[in-house]
């Protein structure tokens, strides 16, 4: 009898909990957004016969259940933080926690991607014929480069190799050695521009150019990087972004060919996005220039990069009249010749470790 009493009690609270968080599922309002996981979230979807029938409702119905339940945010770091303390995983994901930095685990070297990187290279060298112009090349090494704590890494001694023997027209202009892990965001990807202007200066030096090294730092917003939404931890810090900012980048001006606008070295505008780093050169751009008034001279700069550029290009402005930012994940090379003329510029090739280990995305 006392069995079936419990399990009648037992039954009852777990139809209970069902029934109210059903309730509650149904009157909480959807959201728009996930803040922690920087993107959009899925909405209830349109009902027809023929999605009803081809599956595609009840599989949207799926991602939008899953997006809207009520708490997500804390069932998903409950998720993590059984995995990492509970189960003792080193990641989850691929993504693990080093003192106070959430890192993504890169591995394995992918040799296909690296060569595939300077095969790009080079063909944008033979299409716009760059033997009489001066080629640069360097590579900015993600987070896990600097953690040798039983974590798996990318071979990056290799990396470099390949680069530098199918680059030869090119001079690498190494900058790993000068970074460390403080250099970079506890949450996300990136670097962070008011610790980088010693790479600047190198880079700069190595194209024979002269760069100011007087800015003021200004902090622009508190910021959760793309990393605080894949490994949902509660001890991390918040990061901060801040701008260099000097009289000579407040003169200079950004066109923006896919808008048709002009706009400030900052967009500040960015500051109320989901990628608040995309405050630096309005973010993911295919191609744009900047303008610099101050630089009396005639001296241009042409600089394909991937978002690690977007905050490290804007130190390097003061050292040119004008520099080309190309972004070829989002233009194709082939289309440059109706934006860009090569003749008597610099040309610097600027890829992160995780583009150049997955190049699958440029064109």
Known sequence: MKDKTKNIIVTLVFVTILIITMLVNII??????????????????????????NGTFFENFDKYVVDQFANRDSFRRLKVETELYAFKKKDYNNVYEYK????????????KS????????KQ???????????????????????????????DYNKMENILKTNLPFAQYIKIDDMLELTDYYKTDTHWKQENILKVASKIANSMNVTIEKEYEQVKIADFKGVYSGQLALKNIENDEIKILINNTLKKCKVYNYETGEYSNIYNLSKVNSLDKYD??????????????????????????????????????????????????????????????????KDVLFMYSTLIINDSNTLK
């Open 28 to 53: 909480k309002k959807d959201e728009q957004i996930s803040i922690a996981e920087r993107r959009r979230l899925e909405q209830f979807p349109q009902f027809s016969i023929s999605k009803l029938f």
């Open 279 to 344: 405050i630096y050169l309005s973010g993911a751009v295919p191609i744009l220039t900047i303008e610099n008034p101050e630089y009396k001279e005639e001296k241009e700069l042409v600089v394909f990069r991937d978002s690690f550029g977007s905050s490290i290009i804007p130190l390097l402005a003061t050292g040119y009249s004008k520099i080309t930012v190309i972004d070829t994940r989002y233009i194709s090379p082939k289309l440059l010749k109706e934006y860009v003329t090569f003749e008597n």
């Open 114 to 121: 690296v060569v595939n990187v300077a095969n790009k290279v």
């Open 100 to 111: 106070g930095y959430i890192i993504k685990n890169e591995y394995p070297l992918n040799e």
């Open 124 to 154: 944008i060298y033979d299409m716009y014929e760059l033997k009489n112009n001066n080629i640069y090349f360097t590579m900015v090494p993600d987070k896990n480069y600097f953690i040798s704590n039983g974590n798996l890494k990318l």
